[in-house]
């Protein structure tokens, strides 16, 4: 079930009647907003915008896209909002917004308005405290959350494992993804103790899964579709296809993969899969869950 690295061959085409990249990026580069692209990252020193992205879309037959935050910013998650309503191929956005502040309500009132927002993202993986999705204020703001039907995607790495499965708990009634697989040690070929928080957070129905981020989190020059078949293999039995999104993390990717080259190893690891799972996994899950 493993293709080349560059082998686009595997693509689900024809099968597949509205296929659905559920996580991209666009922005505007600059280097005090983007600190975090460093020097080792020269081909994100650019700005990428939907025109960029309907390319993309194009060499990997994608019909739709969803736009996740990069910022945290109330002013990112308007600008992004503007943008898919601009372009016909940005079919929701995953925005920011305060969910700890006091005022949080009143922003996630004046945010439910508007149809192309689909959920909202904190980047968790980036806080100093390891305990901050446990933090009282930040699960008031989720709780407020729910009534509105916006999913929240969890961006965290594989060590934060534990304290999102208490947090998820907490939420029963609250739809989650996961981003980029929970962010396993890939380029260390470390698979505990992920494998077996993972296969514990999927026991949560109302949790579901991007396969997205493998590539940059392996080694961005050595990896090969067997080195990322574990990984794969294992949250495609946690989760099953029925609770699995195809996403690229363009233009994150490009670090380690191109675009299609990378819908492309996720064509050939899923071409063994019958057709409604294969259609689950590249779009229809997206669609159901973010109400595209």
Request: with cysteine; hydrophobic share 40%; charged share 25%.
């Amino acid at each position: 079930m493993i293709a080349e690295a560059g082998n686009v061959s595997g693509q689900v085409g024809s099968a597949v009647t509205h296929r659905i990249d559920a996580h991209h990026h666009l922005w505007l580069y600059s280097q005090q907003e983007y600190g975090w692209i460093d020097e080792t990252m020269g081909e994100l020193r650019r700005n990428f915008l939907p025109e960029h992205l309907e390319a993309e879309l194009s060499s990997a037959k994608i019909e739709g896209s969803i736009v996740v935050q990069a910022r945290q910013t109330l002013e990112e998650t308007c600008w992004l909002l503007e943008l898919a309503r601009q372009s016909k191929a940005i079919q929701g956005v995953i925005g920011w917004a305060p969910i700890a502040a006091p005022n949080f309500a009143s922003v996630l009132e004046q945010l439910s308005s508007e149809a192309g927002l689909k959920g909202l993202r904190h980047i968790i993986q980036a806080e100093p405290d390891d305990d901050f999705i446990l933090r009282e204020d930040f699960n008031r703001g989720v709780r407020a959350m729910q009534p509105s039907g916006l999913v929240y995607d969890i961006l965290i790495f594989e060590r934060h494992l534990p304290q999102t499965i208490e947090f998820v708990d907490r939420h029963p009634n609250q739809i989650f993804v996961v981003d980029h697989i929970a962010k396993p040690r890939i380029r260390e070929a470390v698979l505990e103790p992920w494998t077996t928080k993972m296969r514990e957070l999927a026991r949560r129905e109302n949790v579901f899964c991007k396969i997205s981020g493998l590539v940059t989190e392996a080694d961005w020059k050595q990896w090969t579709p067997e080195s990322l078949a574990p990984y794969l293999d294992r949250v495609t039995k946690a989760f099953g296809p029925q609770r699995l999104m195809a996403g690229s993390d363009w233009p994150v990717c490009l670090t380690a993969c191109k675009y299609a080259q990378w819908f492309g190893v996720l064509g050939q690891y899923f071409s063994g899969f019958s057709q409604p799972e294969r259609e689950a996994v590249f779009g229809a899950n997206a669609a159901r869950i973010y109400r595209l």
